[in-house]
């Protein structure tokens, strides 16, 4: 059974009805990833900002985004509010911009579980330590007594992640969550996201440039370019099957850039 349905969903710019998505569909089940992946420009944020009903107001969204049986388009702003905390949560590529750079990293975490979760407190900062734990994050308690710009990116990454899992959701959509990451850091929230899919059975949306990373992670894979879907499948079928001349060429660039990189590593 599906947890989200997404049909027909459209962002145009009001006033011009210039589209900027159009018509995507896809189905997301529990325990699944859907990768999404395109050039940049191509709709994915947009289609993901679109969903959690995210857009500007000068932007109008149009279809539907039914979680269980629930249009998400139609919701009102406290539903849609405690839909947000409690069932689909959203990490943003920029970890850096997801958090205050007035107010501790505890702070932060446990003032969210706080507002979302109604708890008081002194137990939002043990869960918020235990979910920094869960993330195998060493010394959790010297971690929320930092700043934001004391910590890395990744580790940003990692406690935004952390701070997911508390909300216990049921969907995480995942915005390019290591773009700006070294391979340490990008392996390190990779493997957290496959832990959080088989241990917790969130299901995900995972957008991202890396083919590769999207090839391990997802189960399914939709194909964006100009704000529209221009194939949509199992990971299996998009990468070695691929149908539209796009998305074979999207593989066929990742093909020919590893053959460079192995060509260089034999002639060292």
Sequence with gaps: MSLLDVTNLSVKIAGTNEPLVENIHFSLE??????????????????????????SPKLLVSGQVLYQGQNV?????????????????????????????????????????????????????QQSEAALETMRI?????????????????????????????????????????????????YEVIRQLERLKEEFGTALIFVSHDLGIVQRLADDVLVMKDGNCVEYGSVKEIFHNPQHPYTQYLIKTRLDISKSFRAIKECM
Excluded: W
Aim: charged share 20%; with cysteine.
């Design 30 to 55: 529990e325990n699944r990833c859907l990768g999404i992946v395109g050039e940049s420009g191509s709709g994915k944020t947009m289609t993901c900002k679109a969903i959690l009903h995210l857009t």
């Design 73 to 125: 388009l139609t919701m009102k702003k406290e539903p849609l509010r405690s839909l947000r905390g409690h069932h689909i949560c959203m990490i943003l590529q920029d970890a850096m911009s997801a958090f205050d750079p007035l107010f501790t990293i505890g702070h932060q975490m446990a003032e969210t579980l706080m507002q979302n979760k109604g708890v008081s407190k002194m137990t939002a900062y």
């Design 138 to 186: 060493r010394l959790p308690e010297d971690v929320l007594q930092k700043y934001p710009h004391q910590l890395s990116g990744g580790m940003l990454q990692r406690c935004i992640i952390a701070l997911a899992v508390t909300m216990e959701p049921d969907i995480m959509i995942a915005d390019e969550p290591t773009t700006a990451l070294d391979s340490i850091n990008q």
